[in-house]
């Protein structure tokens, strides 16, 4: 896997890593969801900004003319043909970490963007990343399709220090220099619920697996009394 969070924003833009984060909603064989990433947005006294898959725009808030963008992967690949495999694979890698799911934070005249194990600070002005970090230290285990599933943290700012709270830990984080502070285990009773599978969904599946409830028997609409009333 490619390096994480580059200290040098030519070297960020050159390998396009600045955020690396498999998207839960993954399909098949680890195509991306076919659903696009949602949209954020900032109003500051500096102008609107939205960012969507990675894509950083500030517009002018009064004409809504766009005036710059910041592409934070790069350039989006074209895709391969369907008979290249590896590339195929690096190309789906790629549309997976633009679709994670992502927070923007407007903080005085900088901008704070997470999109799943990336953070960076990024000047409002002329949308320069100042700071950065990779939040990927603690790795939970995958679910079955190989992905984690990391929604977008709940957050709180303090002076210069953001707290965020992950799927299964809390971590301070300073903005100014992306310098993890500390990090730690949230306790059992804040870390996700588990997920029932479909057939977990069903309470007690009484009598059978059609729809209806199909008590007592085998047909849809539920058959009630396991036959016919009043028999033949």
Do not use: C, W
Not at 119 to 135: K, P, W
Not at 206 to 223: K, S, V
Request: aromatic share 6%; net charge positive; no cysteine.
């Amino acid at each position: 896997m490619k390096q994480l969070l580059t200290l040098s924003v030519v070297l960020l833009l050159a390998t396009g890593t600045l955020f690396a984060q498999p998207n839960p909603g993954a399909g098949p064989g680890g195509q991306p969801n076919a659903a696009p990433a949602p949209a954020l947005m900032a109003y500051t006294p500096n102008g609107l900004f939205a960012l969507r898959s990675g894509v950083l725009v500030k517009f002018n808030a009064a004409t809504l003319q766009q005036e710059q963008i910041f592409e934070l992967f790069g350039k989006v690949p074209t895709p391969p043909a369907a008979n290249d495999a590896a590339a195929r694979q690096v190309y789906f890698a790629d549309m997976q970490r633009r679709q994670a799911p992502a927070l923007l934070i407007p903080r005085e005249n900088d901008l704070l963007v997470i999109i799943g194990d990336g953070f960076a600070r990024i000047n409002q002005m002329t949308l320069a990343v100042e700071a950065n970090a990779d939040l990927a230290a603690a790795q939970p285990a995958p679910n079955a399709g190989g992905f984690r599933q990391e929604p977008a943290p709940g957050y709180v700012m303090h002076d210069n220090t953001l707290y965020l709270m992950r799927n299964r830990e809390i971590l301070a984080l300073s903005i100014t220099d992306g310098k993890i502070l500390s990090r730690t285990a949230l306790p059992q009773e804040l870390q996700p619920l588990p997920q029932a599978g479909n057939q977990g969904m069903r309470p007690n599946n009484p009598g059978g697996n059609n729809a209806g409830g199909n008590r007592g028997g085998n047909n849809a609409g539920g058959n009630r009394g396991g036959g016919n009333r009043g028999g033949n």
